[in-house]
């Protein structure tokens, strides 16, 4: 019986980006499955990259995993083409530490960051043989938990999910823990673990509660069933940032994901009042880390990591109390590791252009939201139009391309707004003559908002408003915009009840899943899936609601009364803005008074600024000794020729993912490497031609040059201290600054192609006797996909965008790149290999190939041997060296 490992192997080599199922990270944590108490999978229902930049399952990751008697492991959701292979091979959805079965572990969490990630839990639940509905699951584990913004209306996903923690998860997840662990000694049902965990404060559990509604279709009560079960469920929050654990120790993923970067988040919650936003709610009250806390953590990363950029994280951080402080503190702190500073989308009126020259290169995003002033007070979201022009104008004097981000279908949107776009845009384009974007994103309205009682607009509308403006916006400008069907979508599970639960189920059942994904959004099934459930979803999106209508969500509390938020849905309907406000100055007020009780005990800035020179810095050297480091390039003053092996473990790394785990790795062990100049500095490391993803190598080489001298010998043991399993240093000299590349030293390489008993060694000769007299061998190459700007335009949908439009093919004839082939009955050495599982030996035969750079091998192996791109993908194939071949004696050959 072929083994789950095995089955994963087998499967690897068939879909794109296979490092997504490796789960060998540097920083990832491996636990022995039998000597914990507690099996925790932390499911993320989206790819790999978006999953693995999300913080909230960082910090739940290693909080747990601090526990010596419990484990975490990761799990995404596997993108389409290995779904089709699991599915196929029988291989259930696995973790990615152990390639676990995600049904042997004792709970499953799942993070709901999106609406448009519904169906992607219950695909993933299906691909684990996990049964979907919570009432069919009988045993107690695993328990099927979630997490996130989405639990704030828990409704449309409570038949799935057995419970809901809502608030903030490193407030409960232990507490969690520790009932998961007693109830597991107890050996107890499911009912009696469901009836303590509702007890723990902030945990929903939805099928103890009774959902019931009026004739009319419109919701009435969430009752609890038992009277010791708490009738509204309070949101637990941090009540210090300081206080709560920060993972310093990131994962490092081999590819490259969509937040690559050291993550700090400087403040969590938002004290601006948007109408329209439910982070700015849910995350209440604001609090933020004392500088000292973000320089400490930010030093840690940096050492653990290896990361070149660093990014602060809030929701809006201009709102920072010491952000100029902060951010000089950071480059005084970080310069001996050379850190680029980024920050995320910002306020118009908060942006921080006085310290714009520290911050890294890259396009600045600014959020306006709304045009004109009179819809910007609706919203509560008051900036001036002639403020906005001159941070426009300073932005362009930097030359940094601008984002800017607006909303569609507000409450009391009028045609003059939409206008307004249009006219503020061409006024931006002309203050700002270098690259602009403008990102279209229809309103949806949100639970626990003052907007949650107004309807989003009509999808024809909302239409039309993003065709004018694709027509009338000048085309210098790049307009994006979100796919109004999915925000429709995403607007009826916002707002929606539990009777959504058959609609999610049948849209599962009928093929839809990524739903966030452009090309893989299918509205149409969809709308046969809420026909068949006979369900409008205009009732849940459009509908406007009354304020005494019962909410779906009624029962959530989140520490702010609804009194609240009617009182702020009348003030927008009377475009009054809480700046205005005496009770919101009061609020303000308090929230300086705990801005400065956070930062009370840090040091002077002046004590810190002896850490932020710009020349004689002091930084630390390979060997511990210190050395000098500016902020400008480092010159080389030696230059180092390594060669690496690139074993099984990391052969499904592609070749620029390799170059960026050595530069990190190189930063990790403090080596002194010279860099580049420029507006991006980069490390001086060069790197043989590429290895074809899925090979092994034992010949792969990198030049490095270095700003100080350095020892080969010291420069090897260090860098296999901290470079992955699977990639190992072998040999290390020093060579002449002025050598020739590698790229231009070597043009030729020896491949050796490993084949078992089924192919016979006298058919495999007569075919390499055949082939090799051919004058002519035509294999069909798909080219790279190529987007031209007027292909670009408008192609956003939902929140992700594809990659290529069209993928060309051309012929090419690879003859005159063969210059050798020839089959041998052994491999390196060895007559016969032994087969690990029936402990018996079998015959191997190698083929030997030596080739031209260009070339791969798999294309030589599939045409010599008639095989289809699976089966030459499969074969193991390692290049044994790399070597320089003339063309006279290539001719010779």
């Given at each position: 019986?072929?083994?789950?490992?095995?089955?994963?192997?087998?499967?690897?080599?068939?879909?794109?980006?296979?490092a997504?199922?490796?789960?060998?990270e540097?920083n990832?944590?491996?636990?022995?499955?039998?000597?914990?108490?507690?099996?925790?999978?932390?499911?993320?229902?989206?790819?790999?990259?978006?999953?693995?930049?999300?913080?909230?399952?960082?910090?739940?990751?290693?909080?747990?995993?601090?526990?010596?008697?419990?484990?975490?492991?990761?799990?995404?959701?596997?993108?389409?083409?290995?779904?089709?292979?699991?599915?196929?091979?029988?291989?259930?959805?696995?973790?990615?530490?152990?390639?676990?079965?995600?049904?042997?572990?004792?709970?499953?969490?799942?993070?709901?960051?999106?609406?448009?990630?519904?169906?992607?839990?219950?695909?993933?639940?299906?691909?684990?043989?996990?049964?979907?509905?919570?009432?069919?699951?009988?045993?107690?584990?695993?328990?099927?938990?979630?997490?996130?913004?989405?639990?704030?209306?828990?409704?449309?996903?409570?038949?799935?999910?057995?419970?809901?923690?809502?608030?903030?998860?490193?407030?409960?997840?232990?507490?969690i823990?520790?009932?998961?662990?007693d109830?597991?000694?107890?050996?107890?049902?499911k009912?009696?673990?469901?009836?303590?965990?509702?007890?723990?404060?902030?945990?929903?559990?939805?099928?103890?509660?009774?959902?019931?509604?009026?004739?009319?279709?419109?919701?009435?009560?969430?009752?609890?069933?038992?009277?010791?079960?708490?009738?509204?469920?309070?949101?637990?929050?941090?009540?210090?940032?300081?206080?709560?654990?920060?993972?310093?120790?990131?994962?490092?993923?081999?590819?490259?994901?969509?937040?690559?970067?050291?993550?700090?988040?400087?403040?969590?919650?938002?004290?601006?009042?948007?109408?329209?936003?439910?982070?700015?709610?849910?995350?209440?009250?604001?609090?933020?880390?004392?500088?000292?806390?973000?320089?400490?953590?930010?030093?840690?990363?940096?050492?653990?990591?290896?990361?070149?950029?660093?990014?602060?994280?809030?929701?809006?951080?201009?709102?920072?109390?010491?952000?100029?402080e902060?951010?000089?503190?950071?480059?005084?702190?970080?310069?001996?590791?050379?850190?680029?500073?980024?920050?995320?989308?910002?306020?118009?009126?908060?942006?921080?252009?006085?310290?714009?020259?520290?911050?890294?290169?890259?396009?600045?995003?600014?959020?306006?939201?709304?045009?004109?002033?009179?819809?910007?007070?609706?919203?509560?979201?008051?900036?001036?139009?002639?403020?906005?022009?001159?941070?426009?104008?300073?932005?362009?004097?930097?030359?940094?391309?601008?984002?800017?981000?607006?909303?569609?279908?507000?409450?009391?949107?009028?045609?003059?707004?939409v206008?307004?776009?249009?006219?503020?845009?061409?006024?931006?384009?002309?203050?700002?003559?270098?690259?602009?974007?403008?990102?279209?994103?229809?309103?949806?309205?949100?639970?626990?908002?003052?907007?949650?009682?107004?309807?989003?607009?009509?999808?024809?509308?909302?239409?039309?408003?993003?065709?004018?403006?694709?027509?009338?916006?000048?085309?210098?400008?790049?307009?994006?915009?979100?796919?109004?069907?999915?925000?429709?979508?995403?607007?009826?599970?916002?707002?929606?009840?539990?009777?959504?639960?058959?609609?999610?189920?049948?849209?599962?059942k009928?093929?839809?899943?990524?739903?966030?994904?452009?090309?893989?959004f299918?509205?149409?099934?969809?709308?046969?899936?809420?026909?068949?459930?006979?369900?409008?979803?205009?009732?849940?999106?459009t509908?406007?609601?009354?304020?005494?209508?019962?909410?779906?969500w009624?029962?959530?509390?989140?520490?702010?009364?609804?009194?609240?938020?009617?009182?702020?849905?009348?003030?927008?309907?009377?475009?009054?803005?809480?700046?205005?406000?005496?009770?919101?100055?009061?609020?303000?007020?308090?929230?300086?008074?705990?801005?400065e009780?956070?930062?009370?005990?840090?040091?002077?800035?002046?004590?810190?600024?002896?850490?932020?020179?710009?020349?004689?810095?002091?930084?630390?050297?390979?060997?511990?000794?210190?050395?000098?480091?500016?902020?400008?390039?480092?010159?080389?003053?030696?230059?180092?020729?390594?060669?690496?092996?690139?074993?099984?473990?990391?052969?499904?790394?592609?070749?620029?993912?390799?170059?960026r785990?050595?530069?990190?790795?190189?930063?990790?062990?403090?080596?002194?490497?010279?860099?580049?100049?420029?507006?991006?500095?980069?490390?001086?490391?060069?790197?043989?031609?590429?290895?074809?993803?899925?090979?092994?190598?034992?010949?792969?080489?990198?030049?490095?040059?270095?700003?100080?001298?350095?020892?080969?010998?010291?420069?090897?043991?260090?860098?296999?201290?901290?470079?992955?399993?699977?990639?190992?240093?072998?040999?290390?000299?020093?060579?002449?600054?002025?050598?020739k590349?590698?790229?231009?030293?070597?043009?030729?390489?020896?491949y050796?192609?490993?084949?078992?008993?089924?192919?016979?060694?006298?058919?495999?000769?007569?075919?390499?006797?055949?082939?090799?007299?051919?004058?002519?061998?035509?294999?069909?190459r798909?080219?790279?996909?190529?987007?031209?700007?007027?292909?670009?335009?408008?192609?956003?949908?939902?929140?992700?965008?594809?990659?290529?439009?069209?993928?060309?093919?051309?012929?090419?004839?690879?003859?005159?790149?063969?210059?050798?082939?020839?089959?041998?009955?052994?491999?390196?050495?060895?007559?016969?290999?032994?087969?690990?599982?029936?402990?018996q030996?079998?015959?191997?035969?190698?083929?030997?190939?030596?080739?031209?750079?260009?070339?791969?091998?798999?294309?030589?192996?599939?045409?010599?041997?008639?095989?289809?791109?699976?089966?030459?993908?499969?074969?193991?194939?390692?290049?044994?060296?790399?070597?320089?071949?003339?063309?006279?004696?290539?001719?010779?050959?």
């Amino acid at each position: 019986m072929v083994s789950l490992e095995e089955k994963i192997k087998g499967m690897l080599p068939l879909v794109s980006r296979p490092a997504r199922y490796l789960g060998n990270e540097i920083n990832s944590i491996h636990k022995d499955h039998n000597k914990v108490a507690l099996k925790v999978a932390l499911a993320f229902p989206d790819t790999y990259e978006v999953g693995m930049s999300h913080l909230g399952l960082k910090i739940l990751y290693h909080i747990l995993n601090d526990q010596d008697n419990i484990l975490a492991e990761r799990v995404y959701a596997p993108w389409i083409d290995a779904q089709g292979i699991m599915k196929k091979e029988n291989i259930p959805l696995f973790s990615l530490e152990s390639h676990t079965p995600l049904k042997s572990f004792d709970l499953i969490g799942f993070s709901l960051q999106h609406e448009l990630t519904y169906t992607n839990i219950l695909n993933m639940l299906d691909l684990a043989g996990i049964s979907l509905k919570s009432e069919e699951r009988r045993e107690a584990f695993p328990l099927i938990m979630a997490g996130g913004p989405g639990a704030y209306n828990p409704e449309p996903l409570a038949d799935f999910i057995d419970c809901f923690v809502i608030g903030e998860g490193e407030e409960v997840i232990l507490e969690i823990a520790r009932v998961l662990i007693d109830h597991k000694k107890e050996r107890g049902s499911k009912e009696e673990l469901l009836i303590k965990l509702a007890r723990v404060s902030g945990v929903y559990v939805p099928s103890l509660y009774k959902v019931s509604y009026y004739p009319d279709g419109t919701h009435k009560t969430v009752k609890p069933v038992r009277n010791n079960i708490p009738e509204r469920i309070e949101r637990r929050v941090a009540p210090s940032l300081n206080e709560v654990y920060y993972p310093t120790k990131f994962i490092l993923p081999f590819l490259s994901i969509v937040h690559d970067r050291i993550v700090l988040e400087v403040r969590r919650g938002c004290g601006r009042g948007c109408r329209f936003c439910q982070a700015g709610i849910i995350y209440r009250p604001p609090r933020e880390r004392s500088i000292d806390s973000l320089l400490s953590l930010a030093a840690e990363a940096v050492q653990a990591t290896g990361y070149e950029d660093l990014s602060l994280s809030s929701l809006n951080v201009g709102d920072y109390y010491q952000l100029e402080e902060l951010i000089l503190s950071l480059k005084g702190r970080l310069a001996p590791f050379r850190i680029s500073l980024s920050l995320p989308s910002s306020r118009v009126d908060t942006f921080p252009l006085s310290l714009e020259r520290e911050l890294k290169r890259g396009s600045v995003t600014l959020a306006p939201e709304a045009a004109r002033e009179s819809l910007r007070e609706v919203i509560n979201k008051v900036w001036k139009r002639e403020e906005f022009l001159k941070t426009v104008e300073r932005i362009a004097s930097f030359r940094r391309p601008l984002k800017l981000y607006f909303m569609l279908g507000l409450p009391g949107e009028k045609e003059e707004d939409v206008q307004a776009i249009v006219e503020l845009a061409k006024e931006v384009k002309r203050r700002h003559p270098s690259r602009v974007s403008l990102s279209l994103a229809p309103f949806v309205p949100k639970s626990h908002t003052p907007f949650q009682w107004r309807g989003q607009i009509e999808l024809s509308e909302l239409k039309e408003k993003i065709s004018y403006l694709r027509r009338s916006i000048p085309r210098r400008i790049e307009v994006r915009a979100h796919n109004p069907e999915a925000s429709l979508l995403e607007a009826v599970f916002s707002r929606g009840d539990r009777r959504l639960s058959d609609v999610l189920l049948r849209a599962h059942k009928k093929g839809c899943k990524f739903d966030g994904w452009r090309e893989e959004f299918k509205f149409p099934l969809w709308q046969e899936a809420f026909m068949e459930c006979d369900i409008d979803p205009s009732f849940y999106a459009t509908r406007k609601r009354d304020y005494e209508e019962p909410l779906p969500w009624d029962h959530i509390d989140i520490g702010m009364s609804k009194e609240f938020l009617i009182e702020e849905d009348k003030k927008a309907s009377q475009k009054m803005t809480n700046q205005r406000n005496g009770e919101m100055e009061k609020v303000r007020e308090e929230e300086r008074r705990r801005r400065e009780k956070v930062n009370s005990n840090t040091v002077n800035l002046s004590n810190r600024q002896t850490d932020r020179r710009t020349d004689g810095q002091t930084g630390r050297r390979a060997d511990g000794q210190t050395s000098k480091t500016t902020t400008h390039p480092l010159r080389s003053k030696q230059k180092i020729r390594i060669k690496f092996s690139k074993g099984e473990e990391i052969k499904y790394i592609s070749h620029l993912d390799m170059v960026r785990v050595f530069t990190r790795t190189m930063r990790r062990a403090n080596l002194p490497v010279a860099t580049t100049c420029g507006f991006v500095s980069r490390e001086k490391i060069s790197f043989s031609p590429p290895l074809s993803l899925g090979l092994t190598s034992q010949s792969e080489y990198a030049d490095i040059e270095f700003s100080d001298s350095i020892n080969p010998e010291k420069l090897k043991v260090r860098l296999n201290e901290e470079l992955p399993s699977g990639l190992r240093v072998k040999e290390a000299e020093i060579i002449p600054l002025k050598s020739k590349s590698l790229m231009a030293t070597f043009n030729c390489a020896e491949y050796e192609v490993r084949l078992d008993g089924r192919y016979q060694i006298s058919d495999i000769r007569k075919r390499i006797k055949e082939f090799l007299a051919q004058r002519e061998i035509i294999i069909k190459r798909k080219t790279n996909p190529v987007r031209s700007p007027r292909q670009s335009r408008g192609k956003r949908l939902g929140r992700f965008t594809s990659n290529g439009v069209k993928k060309g093919i051309k012929e090419i004839d690879i003859r005159p790149s063969i210059l050798k082939l020839e089959l041998r009955d052994f491999i390196s050495g060895n007559q016969r290999a032994i087969d690990l599982r029936s402990k018996q030996y079998k015959e191997i035969r190698v083929l030997r190939m030596l080739l031209k750079i260009k070339v791969r091998p798999q294309e030589v192996t599939r045409a010599l041997l008639n095989l289809s791109k699976e089966e030459a993908l499969k074969l193991p194939i390692e290049r044994r060296s790399l070597f320089e071949v003339s063309e006279k004696m290539s001719r010779d050959l």
